[in-house]
């Protein structure tokens, strides 16, 4: 056992290690979840389609929400007096919420950016609000996640390096910033209730990475995230910058690779080190006809699958009484039922594929199930709506 | 015990009277269910927002789908294809289709009607097609729901005395002509494998109403059901027909109201005899953010619930473990989950008030249950959608 002091939140226990990849736990105040583990998205507090009670049964670990969208809309002073994001969205398992920078500098209009924080207008109603490395740990404090993130810049992909650089500097004065407010003493959150994670950024400059590395790393956290990606760059380059920041890392902690991705990059990512995942796809692509399959995307609105009388595989879910031929009617009919079997499909085919990564690694033989995985994957991927990856 | 010959695919089983209230069970192939009972819509093959597993999670009894919805999409050959609508939907327990009269003059376009059956065009995609009674038994074999129902014609509330009478005597024709096509031998379905039920027709008019129902009684059919109701006359007018017409009808058969309808309207039909509702409302006012409740109609959106940290009320469903306040965060937000919620509330506040009069009326207290019933109900009432009572 090598958990952490009883005063951090959040501890980890690595259990096995094979190659780069491992396979262990996360204890948490609402509970353990094994890793490498999948964390669904319920961005205003609620997953799309799937309710809290679904999410338990198909075996659901960590939920995430947005920090940006839940500040929006219902505030963050309304979840804390609903009782806090556990009790609001009724999920009793652990959970992590974002720092809202991502979205500020995705979704927001008329930001302002600087040394401060940004200051910007609701995507929703043009409402002003000022968002810094304090006021994000406020509202993380009040809305009560297990696991909170620091306040960072995420440039785009294609910023150039002067750009990447000043966000590598400004996300380490932020993360300083954002230290101090998590340690303070106040009426909710702190340090004994919630892991504060630093985020990685520098873009796909080796030497940026490993300085915002270094500084993350300065502050002795409960986890580290790698930020930045998932924005637009290839799938090699990301696993490139993966091979230069993972093995910065301390084996002792949980690395959370931010907003990725499809089966095929988790599997590259746990191959290359990283415990903890997040990203939106299961739901998304769900609402949008595709179920994931170990033969890659299945697009369900096409025709030869109308008469299918074949389950979507042998995931097993909600999804797993009904046909093909159902779940393609449903969809052509525009009912929502049709995303929602999708989506419940999705999330337990990553919890799944997340399991068998995991007793490939304590089995000791990880890269043999990478290796046939990513060959059986793919025969249907052509034509699948772009998700980031190149 | 007062079963019907094994040659019925459905029977009832009288249990208990209470004024003329009844409770009992209606046997079917695909199990038994009490009744009074409500029986929920899935329009197209499956119920909008609601899993078959969340369906049998609450308690629900029948599902009814609607062979005009499922004839033009995906087709009833299709459904066959993949193994009938039990199968196809996933839904194990008892089902019944409608004959598609009631869609076909409601939604269709470019009707023309005769003696022979209706010539119409899809509301989807403006493809021709043609009704007649024969076509509508030869589909809801195909689809072999436990419970099937006569072609009729159903005119507006508003229509003349002379379309009316028209339209019971087609309806009269049509019966006989669907009970011969019921009863005859072939690949699917059958009279010993599915139950027909009559429809009686006649609008608001004391005789033609009592015409009807002698026609539809000579043919000695499993259960009857009224039609031409909710289809925009008053409260007070559709009790009126049913004061006329529920006392002529067997006491040993089911009888069936058709797309009826709020709480009030089902609490007052039993109070009249009726064993067997459907209709959309608990799914559709769901969605468009009402929850039912015994003080009435709960609009969720309205500002007085964004900070109410109750449940919704008190009856047993996945809406339970979350605040109103929640679900109002939902709905604004648009998040689907919020429909979703409120639909499982709502299906299941109706199981639930049907339960509570089956035990009134087995308890020899209905009177008692219906005045306090409609005396808690309607507080929060205005403001309510039209849902098709004046």
Redesign the interface.
Known sequence: MNHQPLTSAVTFTLAAVDGAARAGTLHTPHGAVPTPCFMAVAT???????????AEELGQGVVLGNTYHLAL??GAE?VR???GLH????WRGPMLTDSGGYQVFSLASQRKISDEGVWFRSHLDGTAFNLTPEESIRIQRLLGADIIMAFDECPPSDAPRADIERAVARTSAWLARSVDAWRAEGPYGGAAAQALYPVVQGGLERDLRERSALDALRHDLPGCAVGGLAVGETFTDRNRVLDWVVPMLPAAKPRYLMGVGTPLDLVAAVARGIDQFDCVLPTRMGRHGIAYTDAGPLRIKRAEY??D?RPLDDTPS?AA???R??I???V??N???????LS?HNLAYYRRLMARMRAAIRAGRFAAFHDAYVAGYGDDAEGVPDDGRA
């Open positions: 205003c507090g609620g997953l799309k389609g799937v309710t809290v009670q679904q809309r219902p309304r007096e609903l009782g009790q609001f969205s009724g109308g008469a009388p909600q009484r009904v046909s031929g159902y393609h009617h449903l052509k009919a009912e929502m039922l049709g995303g929602q079997l419940l």
